[in-house]
């Protein structure tokens, strides 16, 4: 078992600048390391995962025994727990990261000059990627595939409470790197629980960090957004905006609604606003509310709702920016179309919002209007996600506007460069 | 004329808070104007900066008495001067931008899912952006007219020597906007020459500044990468290196080398560092070197170079990373492709590098293995630039690889977001 170092600051700030050099140095071969090797060194770690299946589960064991000692909640429990069945789900994810197209050398753009002069735009790894992530062990897995995908050095912070796990895994991802003669500190795990360690990273790791991705709750997305020097790609909050306009169908609004809301009410693109135009308030209002009552939904009402439909609670103010991330949905009458924008502008965290309507008119105002990451028309909200993309796979959702905007599959973990072809042109 | 405020610290906070409240204000409306509106209002500014005129060179000569009194240096001087040609090219200039195709809105990638969702992904402006210049006037009116093109807001921070100029610009770019019937908040030019305004600006205007750009001296573009706590799009020098390869035609290396160092020397592009390929410096050597040395460069070589062609002069360790911006090349032999690569990776600021060469396996090694913004084949690096990439106008060169590398472009001054239409699908 991995034995936990007791750093003081000192030695984790070293620690740390330590990792970044490593890093850093680890980058540059993996930048040009060609598709084949990348996709041998992802086959060799989805592999070693199933061979040292045993390994990982007692170092998992170790985990939720400290886990239990310390009287995680079961939720908690629950995510740090892995099985023969979570460890092939891993290396199945891995394997499909593997088949996904290579995006280092990707021509994005092409073009001529009239001098001669041929220009592509080229896709290249960012450098080091930084992922601070909680208690999921199998984060260690994912994102440590994703990056190498890429292109990309990365530094995995996991939760404490799962560090026996995730360094079981992360020695299966070296195996990999190893047998695919890749840089084993291409994908390094932070050895130490000492919370300094974030702090580090947070500072950048004397510019040998390009980007951090938190994946874990609010208050360590919070955290990272405000403190580091790095740009961060990260959403802090979904909340999702549901609109049906005066045209929308209402058999396809009652599922939609449903969906978006009900499906899983826990991930960030679940629904957590339904707006609904008064003008059909009267024909559809009370169909959807009863198809997310008889779901087990709580409605909470603005005062008009409440009229119209009395098993709604009143809603209150701080109701309209509440993601509640659980079976609870906020419910509001708008006066059509250029309303519903101006409520979604006011309060959505710019995540992602779906309308149903049949009119085309209505459908482009709420796609040109809304500045979210992801519009929908007349589908769920819970299609914000990398995999229903087909990006294959993602670490993550975003809501900056710099770089990654949405999901952040394998190519926005990149970056790119010009490659100019002459014929000896010189600059007149 | 433009009386200058004396503010104290605490004034200028505020007023620099009201400005980002201001261009957040504008950045909405900006951001669903159509296409036709900003040309319209870009037309408008052209035509104000010609009827105008007098004013801008009246303005103009209150600041270049200031100059003289304060004793500029001629050169500083020469950027400050405004003349009827210079107004007629900055008009023109904002001509060819209104010309440019509208980024906004265009479908960047679309692509339909297996389950009949169509996905698009479509530019969008990125919202509020911040420019920081030094004495030049013209660009406020550059910068202005790109960020409107692109559909943000712009907080113009010029130089304290050209603040009159500036202000008689803008005056003519607002009335661009008012024209057209667009915000005048969305380009706002600070008001005041207090320097504690720049650190407003760089702490980022409580979440109201998205981007910085710099553009002006090293020290400018350091500070700001520095202390900057919002994204900045920016290089901080440009060492650009010219290599020669063993398979280079004699005749376009010198024609290459002479425009790359000499066309214009003070620019980010031009070449600071010559690598020549040990296998052909017999031949090819000496005939570059006189060529750079006719044309009144000062050659500064390694010992092997400095061997072959006496009127070297020695070059120092730090010269392999200077960046003169002056008619002086280091010079130094390598021994092939791999370890030219390797001088430029090590010294290189990653801007701009060439090479000449006829083998194309050496210059595909070359294109993969170095990392700079712009890589150029048998080009010269004085290309390295957005109006002969085609990009019609830039506000800037940068080196980072987050969101814009090379040429800062209309099209790099927007974000994106996904359009996804369905017909009610529900995720499973």
Known sequence: MLKLKENSRDDTASLMADLGRKARAAARPLAIANAERKHAALIGMAEALIRRQDEILDANAVDMKNGQDAKLSPALMDRLKLTP???????????????????????IAEWDRPNGLHIERVRTPLGVVGVIYESRPNVTADAGALCLKAGN???LRGGSDSLNSSAAIHACLV????????????????????????GEMLKGLDGNLDVIIPRGGRSLVERVQTEARVPVFAHLEGICHLYIDRSASLDM???????????????CGAAETLLVDRVVAGTHLTPILEALA??????????????????????????????????????????????????????????????????AKTVEKFFNEIDSAILLHNASTQFADGGEFGMGAEIGIATGKMHARGPVGVEQLTSFKYRVRGSGQIRP
């Open 175 to 198: 195996e990999g790197l190893k047998a695919a003669k890749l840089p084993k500190d291409a994908i390094q795990l932070v050895p130490t629980s000492d919370r300094a360690a974030v």
């Open 85 to 107: 069945g979570r460890i092939r789900d891993m290396a199945d994810g891995i394997r499909a990261i593997a088949e996904l197209r290579d995006p280092v050398g990707e021509v």
């Open 294 to 359: 008889k779901a087990g939904c709580e409605i909470r009402g603005d005062a008009d709702v409440v009229k119209a439909f009395p098993f709604a609670k009143r809603a209150t103010e701080t109701d309209w920016t509440t993601e509640y991330l659980d079976a609870i949905i906020s419910v509001k009458l708008v006066d059509g179309i250029a309303d519903a924008i101006e409520h979604v502008e006011t309060h959505s965290s710019h995540h992602t919002e779906a309308i149903v309507a049949e009119d």
């Open 253 to 267: 609004a009652i599922g939609i609604a449903v969906n978006a809301k009900m499906r899983r009410t826990g991930i």
């Open 153 to 155: 050095a990365v530094i």
